[in-house]
């Protein structure tokens, strides 16, 4: 198979990724390290370089989109990034010295922990009682629109998140990931604010946490522009049809369908990690 | 009246965050096409190699050997500046929201963005 078929069927999933990670909400880029590393057994760390430019391509375009962000919480979501960024980078220089088996089996059990996770239930969000000492000094608490006006809202647990964006971001360098399900579980279930503040601070802090790893991928020479460049162009593109093609009624069967995919190709992933064929 | 003016500074930052990625991804994504179609013409019909890890040369990583290179008409080079435009994006919000909490003269915000912009800056 020559570069430039290599290259057009790149592209084309890249795009199938990028529409299927919009309309469901999963984040399509997932499937690029996987569909890499098995199909077309590049090796993972070209594979994770790639992931997390499509990473910051959709996040940085998504963010485009919706720039009325009345709804994220963008001081917490500065605030928390100093956990996931200082995450992010010791998760990079982590992937030079974890063995690639390590890293595939890793990758496999964080895709099923997330495809799990983006299917529980929301926890309620703390609008009555007074409102944390931390999270006050911070001013973190805020509120957000709704048919009523203006609701206010507050944030709990800001240690708790603290630590749990610390993790986000570790796996987030590791595996060249956006985690949004784990930042989104963080903020929704630890720190109890509203589901669509935490999905939308958490689409705010990947792109911001994706720019942290990308310096040491960058150096490490994980960034290769001939795998890059139909994946870039091919998300970008399937996640701007997304938008279009659909209004934001999201089909749970979609959602269903595409995290049964994630699901057989973590077990793959995990299962090749283990038997040393990745 | 100091509401209202602040308000209009808020719609304002979010009026240029806006610009600045819409435009920053899509002249990223222009440089990466140009790059593709030169890559594709010089290497079209060779065979990709990515089984082993090697790292990528020099002059993919270098902004320096980059640019460089790009001035000789390479594709590969290219596509990385295209790439380095698309990190550079969020990078640029950062430092742009960074100049908004001054004007709104949030200090302590000012200083811990800057601290999050300083530690991604530090690691290129």
Do not use: C
């Not at chain 1, 290769?224 to 701007?240: N, R, T």
């Not at chain 2, 990583?61 to 290179?69: E, K």
């Amino acid at each position: 198979m020559s570069i430039l078929v290599f290259t057009i069927i790149l592209f084309v999933a890249a795009l199938v990724a990028g529409l299927l990670g919009s309309l469901t909400g999963l984040g399509g880029g997932v499937v690029i390290i996987p569909l890499l590393t098995l199909v077309f057994k590049v090796d993972i760390h070209y594979a994770i370089g790639t992931s997390l430019i499509s990473v910051i391509a959709t996040s940085s375009g998504a963010a485009a989109a919706y720039v009325r962000e009345g709804i994220a919480n963008i001081r917490l979501g500065m605030f928390l990034e100093l956990a996931t960024t200082a995450g992010a980078i010791a998760g990079a220089w982590l992937a030079a010295y974890l063995p690639t088996e390590m890293i595939a089996i890793l990758f496999g059990v964080v895709l099923i922990i997330s495809a799990v996770l983006s299917f529980v239930r929301q926890a309620d969000p703390v609008t009555t009682g007074t409102a944390g000492v931390l999270a006050a000094k911070l001013r973190l608490n805020s509120t957000m629109p709704t048919p009523e006006g203006k609701t206010p809202y507050f944030v709990k647990n800001v240690v708790g998140g603290f630590f749990m964006m610390n993790i986000a971001g570790i796996i987030s360098g590791l595996l060249g990931i956006g985690s949004g399900a784990l930042k989104v579980i963080a903020m929704d279930n630890i720190m109890r604010i509203p589901f669509k503040v935490s999905t939308t601070t958490s689409n705010f802090m990947i792109g911001v946490t994706a720019a942290a790893s990308v310096g040491v991928y960058l150096k490490r020479g994980y960034i290769d522009p001939g795998l890059s460049m139909p994946v870039m162009l091919g998300v970008l593109g399937g996640a701007f049809v997304g938008t279009r093609v659909l209004t934001k009624a999201k089909t749970p069967s979609l959602k269903i369908l595409f995290a049964l995919v994630i699901l057989i190709l973590a077990v793959e992933m995990i299962y090749n990690g283990i038997t040393h064929k990745i | 009246m100091e509401q209202k003016r602040k308000r209009l500074q808020d719609t304002d930052m979010e009026n240029v965050i806006g610009y600045l990625l819409r435009y920053g991804v899509l002249s990223a994504s222009v440089v990466v096409l140009a790059g593709g179609i030169v890559y594709l013409y010089r290497h079209g019909h060779q065979l990709p190699a990515y089984s082993q890890f090697r790292g990528e040369p020099d002059k993919m990583r270098n902004p320096r050997l980059i640019w460089q290179a790009v001035l000789r008409g390479e594709g590969r080079p290219l596509i990385q500046l295209g790439l380095l435009i698309l990190i550079a994006t969020p990078i640029a919000r950062i430092a742009f929201s960074i100049f908004g909490y001054l004007l709104e003269k949030d200090y302590l915000y000012t200083v811990l963005t800057a601290i999050v912009l300083l530690v991604i800056l530090w690691n290129f």
